[in-house]
């Protein structure tokens, strides 16, 4: 099966611009997550999605950050607008169930985002 | 809260060596323990769990940890070293269920050297 894909890889914008990652689930998983790596420290839990439904967004830093999740596939975590202090990886990740009894979550290979 | 912890930021292993890789956590309850590579241009990659019962864990690529609760410890650890092994290695916990909500240590840079 297919992995779960995020694009851009990479992406370099100026302070104020807005930028949009974009995270392509397994098919078929229901749950999707967003993560971020600051500053190459701990990754830190953004948001949970299950479907289309924002499950849990305790970790959105504010409110520049918008996540979506259209019809319950792909997700989009918007950035408007960036400031220095974003710069960072942004990682995905999708399961099919939400609890323990998963293999782990599979997890994109992340986006680097670059303010400057 | 949870937090974890791994104290060292790189470890240098020969190949061929057993090498281990150390996270202690703190959290109030019962802990939900991952470990995660991560290689080159790859996304993460889930390695072992451990959820209840037996306290060593066997995971993949002959990777194995155990649970210490005395010690709040889950070190990653392998009997031989492999080239190969070179990545950088993640542990997180999670308090319940949604282990998708898991806190995540800075990673330890593992480099197995021929």
């Known amino acids: 099966e297919a992995g779960v894909t995020q694009f851009p890889s990479h992406s370099v914008i100026e302070k104020g611009q807005t930028v949009t990652l974009r995270c392509d689930p397994i098919?078929?998983?229901?749950?999707l997550y967003w993560y971020r790596r600051v500053m190459g420290k701990e990754i830190k839990f953004l948001l949970h999605?299950?479907?289309?439904?924002?499950?849990?967004e305790s970790g959105m830093p504010n409110n520049r950050f918008l996540a979506e999740r259209t019809g319950g596939t792909y997700s989009t975590l918007k950035v408007q607008p960036a400031e220095l202090e974003d710069s960072g990886v942004y990682f995905c990740a999708s399961s099919h169930y939400s609890g323990t009894g998963a293999a782990g979550y599979t997890f994109g290979s992340g986006t680097r985002l670059t303010v400057v | 809260a949870q937090s974890v912890a791994q104290p060292e930021d790189q470890v240098n292993v020969a190949e061929g060596n057993p090498l281990t890789v150390k996270c202690t956590y703190s959290v109030s309850g019962n802990p939900y323990l991952f470990w995660y590579v991560q290689y080159p241009n790859r996304g993460l990659q889930f390695l072992l769990k451990?959820?209840?019962?037996?306290?060593l864990v066997k995971g993949s690529y002959g990777f194995e940890a155990e649970f210490n609760k005395s010690q709040t410890s889950f070190h990653l650890k392998k009997p031989s070293a492999l080239v190969s092994d070179s990545a950088l290695y993640f542990c997180?916990?999670?308090?319940?269920?949604?282990?998708?909500?898991?806190?995540f240590g800075d990673g330890t840079t593992l480099t197995v050297k021929p």
């Open positions: 098919s078929g998983h229901d749950n």
């Open positions: 997180a916990v999670a308090l319940n269920t949604n282990a998708g909500k898991s806190t």
């Open positions: 999605f299950v479907k289309e439904s924002k499950q849990d």
């Open positions: 451990y959820i209840t019962g037996d306290n």
